[in-house]
């Protein structure tokens, strides 16, 4: 063994040399681009064929001379290339290490070019079977051994005269398998060093995703349009530092942003087939060659790209494109990152969607109660006013103007917001007309100030509030009593108030009204269709910190609150 020390250090200084040459080249940025996507495209594993074939080739010529054969690190390059990158690198690294060696000759020519190959072919297979997130130190040097131990084998199977090979590896066999079994080791925490830095990568991508997702949530609110998708393709731009970032419908570009943005114009037709193809496959879809973005442009600079659809509720509403130029690919960081994005998106529109639909259903409750009028008021007040009409017709007359009025006010499809004021006229045309059934037994008080009566408030909230006291409030007492509209502002909303002072709501029932629960209109003490109405309204429109309160004590009366924000003319659109 000891013999064989000199030679294991000549094969170790050489096995050095190499090493340095391998750090510093998996430094450089087009390496280590192609290690990280050599295992979905072609071009990264012939670029890495060659650059381990070069380390083979290499091998050959600081070989060092034993008994007319080389002792030599030339199948680390196959091995190494094998197991980094799959059978082709390592097929190629042992082609191109060999053809240096078949022209050098030597009895153990043959033996050495077939080994060379299929060392490359069988550190291939290792890699497949275990990937290169489950290889291990020991797996790379049993591979490497077993190599070794097959380039002896057939040295000794093959070349001629045997006496001869026999004694080349009874000096080179040891040194050989030692030197080069720990310089495939080497390679492979070299290369470790690179996916531990693409880690960090995918770490920084995580971090970028949180980053993305806090600057987005807002803007979907307005819906997805060219606004928002310009201020979306600006941030993940500015995140990214991709190439161009885009946004579409599903028939028109909404917002790109970078580079080809002279011809892929906002609320032009979608024509990348990348996209429509994310359209009719509801995937991401990835591809990282010009001829397969197919843009009609024959100057477009984009080389790659990824485009993640925008599902809403299973149907796709848009998508979401990164893009490279320069033949950069599409890296895998990038991928997970823009479809996470794109599915964040989906749900904040999503979410969207359920808020609009919120607020429909509360419109619809709210254009049936206006289509709804009770007919027992109705035909009441009809009555009424046909007996005025023999007793009183004047007052006949003032009666169906009211009625007229109250009619036209509700019933008519108008715009959703409206002045204070107009809410008010509605609600005295109806206290006007309970008043000629019901005479002195409904009083009203009015309580405001007159720069507030030009606020917006949604239609149709102030009526419900008054009938709702007259009818529960002040009809079922004996001698009625009255009803104070109220008006004023506090801690920057508007308050808008009914109070009566009939028989109140006893307190079992109160917690009950309190929950705005629908209950049948027949229970006298049930807040009915109209609370409920104006209730989730408010709440649908202005948010969860608005709408109706009630206060009641049994014997003294009922207080219904509503609390919105105070609105002028110049913020409401009809």
């Not at 291939?124 to 990937?131: C, D």
């Not at 731009?237 to 028939?251: I, N």
């Not at 259903?361 to 009555?383: D, I, R």
Request: one cysteine or more; hydrophobic letters at 45%.
């Amino acid at each position: 063994m000891d013999s064989h020390w000199p030679l294991i250090l000549d094969i170790a200084r050489n096995v050095g040399f190499i090493g340095i040459i391998a750090y510093l080249t998996t430094r450089l940025p087009a390496i280590r681009r192609a290690l990280t996507y050599s295992h979905y495209r072609i071009r990264d594993k012939l670029a890495l064929a060659f650059v381990f074939g070069a380390f083979s080739a290499m091998g050959n010529y600081i070989g060092i001379p034993v008994l007319g054969a080389l002792a030599n690190t030339r199948i680390v390059g196959p091995i190494a290339g094998g197991l980094m990158g799959g059978p082709i690198v390592g097929l190629g690294a042992g082609i191109i290490g060999a053809i240096p060696r078949y022209f050098i000759g030597g009895y153990t020519v043959t033996a050495s070019v077939l080994a060379n190959i299929l060392a490359g072919v069988v550190s291939g297979l290792v890699y497949q079977k275990y990937g290169p997130g489950r290889l291990s130190l020991k797996i790379v040097i049993l591979t490497a051994v077993s190599c070794e131990m097959m380039l002896k084998l057939l040295i000794l199977s093959i070349s001629k005269p045997f006496e001869l090979a026999l004694e080349l590896e009874t000096i080179i066999g040891v040194p050989t398998i030692v030197a080069n079994s720990l310089a495939v080791g080497l390679f492979f925490y070299i290369v470790r060093d690179v996916f531990q830095a693409q880690q960090k990568v995918q770490a920084q991508s995580a971090q970028q995703a949180i980053r993305l997702i806090q600057q987005t949530t807002e803007l979907l609110r307005e819906g997805l349009n060219t606004k928002t998708a310009c201020k979306i393709a600006e941030i993940i731009q500015a995140e990214t530092k991709a190439a161009a970032v885009a946004v579409t419908d599903t028939e028109k570009v909404l917002a790109f942003v970078g580079a080809g943005s002279d011809h892929h114009k906002v609320n032009t037709p979608i024509v990348t087939q990348p996209t429509l193809l994310a359209m009719s496959s509801l995937q991401t879809v990835i591809v990282n060659r010009r001829e397969e973005i197919k843009c009609p442009h024959p100057n477009c600079p984009l080389t790659a790209m990824i485009d993640a659809p925008l599902m809403v509720d299973g149907q796709m509403r848009g998508s979401l494109k990164l893009c490279k130029i320069n033949n950069e690919p599409i890296s895998p960081y990038e991928a997970e990152l823009i479809q996470g994005i794109a599915d964040f998106l989906g749900l904040l529109l999503d979410r969207r969607q359920l808020d609009e639909q919120k607020i429909m259903l509360a419109q619809a409750e709210y254009n049936m109660l206006k289509a709804q009028v009770n007919p027992h008021f109705l035909f009441n007040t009809l009555g009424t006013i046909r007996a005025l009409v023999r007793t009183a017709p004047e007052n006949a007359r003032a009666r169906i103007k009211d009625l007229s009025d109250f009619l036209r006010r509700t019933l008519e499809h108008g715009a959703d917001f409206v002045a204070i004021e107009e809410e008010i006229r509605i609600a005295r045309s109806y206290i006007q007309l309970e008043q000629s059934r019901f005479g002195d037994r409904i009083q009203v008080k009015e309580e405001w100030t007159a720069d507030l009566l030009a606020c917006r408030v949604p239609v149709f909230i102030l009526q419900p509030l008054v009938e709702n006291a007259i009818k529960h409030g002040l009809l079922a007492k004996e001698k009625g009593g009255t009803i104070t509209m109220r008006l004023f502002q506090k801690d920057g909303n508007l308050h808008v108030e009914v109070e009566d002072d009939g028989i109140g709501i006893p307190s079992e029932r109160l917690s009950a009204i309190r929950r705005f629960d629908r209950v049948s209109l027949r229970d006298p003490a049930g807040t009915g269709i109209g609370l409920n109405n104006v209730h989730k309204r408010l709440k649908a429109t202005f948010g969860p910190q608005y709408g109706l309160s009630i206060e009641s004590t049994e014997g003294r009366g009922t207080l219904v609150q509503a609390v919105l924000p105070i609105l002028q003319p110049e913020e409401v659109t009809a």
